[in-house]
C-alpha cells in the first residue's frame, strides 16, 4: 500500500510538475511579446516625433514659399495629433518640445496690423520681430499703439523681417504677420502715396541695410518715401560719438532698471554694490561701435555701475567674460542683467536669464565672486521714454514729406 501511494504520488507530481512549465512557457513568450511591442511602440513614437520635428525644420526658413501657409498648418496640426510622450521627443535641426509648447503668453492680444483699407498715407513700422508673445505686445505692439496715437491721420502697419519668426507665429498661433514684401505689396494695393517707414531696429546695422534694400524696389511705386531714424539714431565714427537720442535711450533704460529694482537713483545702487549689466544683441557690421558708444553715454552720466554687453562679443570688450573682469575689477558684488534690445524675447530669456550653463546668468554665478545675480526681463519698447523717441523720429520723417 505505501508503494503504491508513492507511486500515486509520484505520478501526481509529475502531472503538476508538467503543468507548471506549461505554464511558464506561455507566460515567457507573453513577456517577449510585450517587449517587442514595448519596443515598436517606442520606434512608432519616435517616428510620429521625427516627422513633426522635420515639418518644423521645414518652416523655420528666412524664405516665404507658395506652400508656407500650408507648411504651417501642417506643422502645427502634426504636433496636435502627438501625444504628450511624443512631444517631449520631438527634436531636430531647430526644432524642439519649445517650439510649439513654449507659453509665452496670449497671442490674441496682439494686432497683426495687416488690415486693408489704408489711406494715402502709411506708416509703416519695421521690426526683426520676436516669437514671445506677451513681448510682442508690451514691446512692439507698446510703440505701434504710441505711433497710432500721436498721429492719428496716418494708417499705421506692421512688418516684420524675420520671416523664421512670422512662420513660428503663423504655426503656433494662427497669426499672419507681413514680412517686408507683403507689405509693401499691400500698400501698393491700397494706393498708398506717402509712405514712411519707422524702423524699431536699435541701430543702422545689417538689419537696416537689408529694410532699405527693400524698400529701394519699391521706390517708383509710390509718391513719397521716408525712412526714419532708428532708435539710436546715426551711428558716428568712434566710440566717443554720442547724440541726443544715445543719451535719451541711456537715461531712460537705466532709470528703469534703477527704479525696478527698487532704488531711488543709479549712485544709490552703486553705493549697494550693484552693478548693471545691459546685454544688447551685437554685430560684425560696423555699427557695432554704436555700443561702445552707449558705454561711452554712460560714463558721461556718470553710471560707473553700468556696463555694457553683447550676446554676439561684438565690440570685443562687450563679451560676457571681458564684462564678467569689468565687473569684479570695479569691486560691485550684485549683479542686475537687462537687456539692450527693443524686444525682450528669446535672447532676453534664454541667452541673458536661462539656466543653460552658457547663460549670462549662470556664467556671472559660476564666478562665485558675486553675492547676488538677478535679471530683469524687459524690452526697452516697454519703456515711455523709448516710445517717445520713435513717436518724435517718425514726426521728422513726416515733416520731411510736407516740406
Known amino acids: 500500500m505505501k508503494n503504491k501511494a508513492l507511486k500515486v504520488l509520484a505520478l501526481s507530481l509529475s502531472v503538476s510538475a508538467l503543468m507548471m512549465a506549461e505554464a511558464v512557457v506561455p507566460c515567457a513568450a507573453e513577456e517577449e511579446t510585450a517587449v517587442e511591442e514595448a519596443a515598436e511602440g517606442t520606434d512608432a513614437d519616435q517616428e510620429a516625433a521625427d516627422n513633426v520635428a522635420a515639418l518644423i525644420d521645414n518652416i523655420y526658413v528666412q524664405e516665404r514659399t507658395e506652400t508656407t501657409d500650408e507648411d504651417c498648418a501642417a506643422a502645427k496640426e502634426a504636433w496636435d495629433a502627438l501625444t504628450d510622450a511624443q512631444k517631449e521627443l520631438v527634436e531636430g535641426e531647430e526644432a524642439s518640445p519649445d517650439y510649439f509648447g513654449l507659453d509665452t503668453g496670449d497671442a490674441s492680444l496682439d494686432d497683426a496690423l495687416n488690415q486693408d483699407e489704408i489711406s494715402e498715407n502709411e506708416l509703416l513700422v519695421v521690426s526683426f520681430g520676436t516669437s514671445y508673445n506677451n513681448s510682442r505686445v508690451e514691446d512692439i505692439k507698446g510703440i505701434e499703439d504710441a505711433l497710432k496715437e500721436a498721429y492719428p491721420d496716418w494708417s499705421v502697419r506692421r512688418a516684420f523681417t524675420a520671416q523664421i519668426i512670422i512662420n513660428h507665429v503663423q504655426a503656433r498661433d494662427g497669426e499672419a504677420i507681413d514680412n517686408m514684401q507683403q507689405a509693401l505689396e499691400r500698400a501698393v494695393a491700397n494706393g498708398v502715396k506717402n509712405l514712411v517707414v519707422q524702423p524699431t531696429h536699435l541701430m543702422h546695422g ?53 527704479a525696478e529694482a527698487g532704488y531711488e537713483s543709479m549712485a544709490a545702487a552703486a553705493e549697494d554694490g550693484v552693478a548693471f549689466v545691459f546685454m544688447g544683441h551685437g554685430t560684425s557690421h560696423t555699427a557695432k561701435v ?114
Open 206 to 258: 545689417a538689419e537696416y541695410d537689408e529694410m532699405v534694400e527693400a524698400l529701394e524696389g519699391y521706390a517708383d511705386q509710390f509718391d513719397n518715401i521716408v525712412i526714419a531714424e532708428p532708435l539710436l539714431g546715426e551711428v558716428g565714427d568712434d566710440a566717443t560719438v554720442i547724440n541726443a537720442d544715445k543719451e535719451a535711450v541711456a537715461t531712460a533704460v537705466s532709470d528703469a532698471a534703477v
Open 290 to 403: 554704436s555700443y561702445s558708444q552707449m558705454q561711452t553715454q554712460m560714463d558721461t552720466l556718470g553710471y560707473a555701475n553700468v556696463f555694457i554687453g553683447t550676446v554676439e562679443g561684438e565690440p570685443e570688450e562687450t563679451s560676457c567674460e571681458a564684462v564678467i573682469d569689468a565687473v569684479k575689477e570695479a569691486g560691485y558684488t550684485k549683479v542686475i542683467l537687462r537687456p539692450l534690445m527693443v524686444v525682450a524675447g528669446d535672447h532676453a530669456n534664454n541667452d541673458m536669464a536661462g539656466s543653460e550653463e552658457d547663460s549670462w546668468m549662470s556664467m556671472f554665478e559660476a564666478t562665485g565672486s558675486f553675492e547676488s545675480v538677478d535679471a530683469q526681463i524687459s524690452g526697452l519698447g516697454s519703456i515711455e521714454a523709448v516710445k517717445q523717441i520713435y513717436v518724435d523720429h517718425a514726426k521728422a520723417a513726416i515733416d520731411a514729406i510736407a516740406e
